[in-house]
Nanobody, 125 residues
Framework: VQLQASGGGLVQTGGSLRLSCAAS????????MGWFRQAPGKEREFVAAVNWSGSYTYYVDSVKGRFTSSRDNAKNTVYLQMNSLKPEDTAVYYC???????????????????WGQGTQVTVSS
């Protein structure tokens, strides 16, 4: 079972990036999928999540209106579209799967059993 995150990079303030998280080894189509991030010297924090069907999403206040989480279950892939990026968005971004839930989103990292390796997002000022 593997989650592979990609799409990170270096972007200027106000720019956009689209992160992808591809799952292999099993289907995650009936699981909540989340995104977390960890900046240097800080704890890992919840960013966004999407329910199994993609009909419901939840975001941390700091990214509401700028980030959009979506999924394509046919491709076993979830996405995080990040617009209007700010320097404070700089972090390693991780995707994760909550195998115990399909429709109820939790922000607690301990609830997510499967994790990707992380992709670096750097926003320059």
């Amino acid at each position: 079972v593997q989650l592979q995150a990609s799409g990170g990079g270096l972007v200027q303030t106000g720019g956009s990036l689209r992160l992808s998280c591809a799952a292999s080894g099993r289907s995650f189509s009936n699981h909540v999928m989340g995104w977390f991030r960890q900046a240097p010297g800080k704890e890992r924090e919840f960013v966004a999540a999407v329910n199994w069907s993609g009909s419901y999403t939840y975001y941390v206040d700091s990214v509401k209106g700028r980030f959009t989480s979506s999924r394509d279950n046919a491709k076993n892939t979830v996405y995080l579209q990040m617009n209007s990026l700010k320097p404070e968005d700089t972090a390693v971004y991780y995707c994760a799967a909550d195998a115990g839930r399909w429709d109820v989103i939790t922000t607690a990292s301990r609830a997510y059993e499967y994790w990707g390796q992380g992709t670096q997002v750097t926003v320059s000022s």
